[in-house]
Every structure is written in C-alpha cells, then in structure tokens.
C-alpha cells in the first residue's frame, strides 16, 4: 500500500514512517515547504497521513491538502494533522487545559476505526498545546476517543468518509498498542470494511 506521509517540520515523523514500513506499507514522506499537493497528484497514495508539526494547520497548509485529496482519499491525521482534520471540518481550536509535552494520559475510546483491538482506556503520550473543540452532534465528524485527565479530544472520526484523527502519538514508545493503531489506518483505504472489524 502505498502512504504518503505530509511532514510538518517535525522530529517524531521518521518514526511515523518506520512504523507504516513495520506494517507493510509503501511509505514517501514529503516536506510541506515541498510541494506536497502535486507530490500527492503525481504519486496517487492510497492513504494519506498528515504529521505532526509545530504551529497550527494553517501554518503548513493542511487544510488545502485536504481540499486537494479530496472526498473520496483516506486520511490519517496524527496530532497537528488531526487538528487540521478538526478544523477543516468546523471544529475550534483552541489552547489545551496544560501544555502537554511528552505526558502520558488514559484515553477512553469507542473500539472502532484505527482503535479496532486496542483496550480502553489505553496509554498515550501527548505533545501538544493546542486542542480541537468536541464536533458536537450536528458536524460530519464524530468525537472517537478523549482523554479521562482533562476531557480534551483525543480522537475524531468522519462520518461517511474515511478520515480519522487522533491528537496523541501512536508512535511514541509510551504509547500502548501505538503498531495497532497504525496497521488499522491502512484499513481507512478500504472503508468501510474498518468500521465494521
């Protein structure tokens, strides 16, 4: 499977890429001061997966990214990307409760998605200062997963497509069953065969 891996200047991305190798996956990763739009046009990935970074998504243009992809590619968005995700979609951001720099939180989480076969709550690691608002019931996405400390959303889902997010790292060494949830992002490419596994 091909993954196209969006790089927002950001330390943990190398890693993000070697897990998706670990798993099977065909993986480019593209600076966003690189063009990434046409890199996205030209090489077709099946899944594509927005870093983490620091700023906000606007900063790195993530939300003309997603335009870009369009309704029908899949999308992982890993803490900056799944904000993006969020605001992309009507959601606020905003200042987290704390910074949260390489703190470990439990996040409960509803079992489907990318937390297919992960208990919950699971261990997390969080690195970041800003958070999306909840989607709330009338906006196309679905709050997945959030942290039992502060309440903060930890997880988002689209509703009819197959894009997802989560505000912590899966990456990281601290978080628990982190592999899992990367080889269940492949499975957004197949939507809706996820949700329902």
Known sequence: MRVLLVDAFDSFVFVIAQYYAKVGAHTKVVRVNDDPISQYQRWKPQLLVLGPGPGTPQEHGYPEIIRAAGEHQAIFGVCLGHQAIGEFFGCKLKNAPTIEHGKKAQVQHDGQ??????????????????????????????TSAFSQEDGVVMGVRHRTRPIEGVQFHPESIGTEHGITMIRNSLALANYPSLMSS
């Open 113 to 142: 998605g990318i937390f297919c076969h992960v208990p919950s709550p699971v261990t997390v690691v969080r690195y970041h200062s800003l958070a999306i608002t909840d989607p709330g019931t009338e906006n196309e996405l679905v």
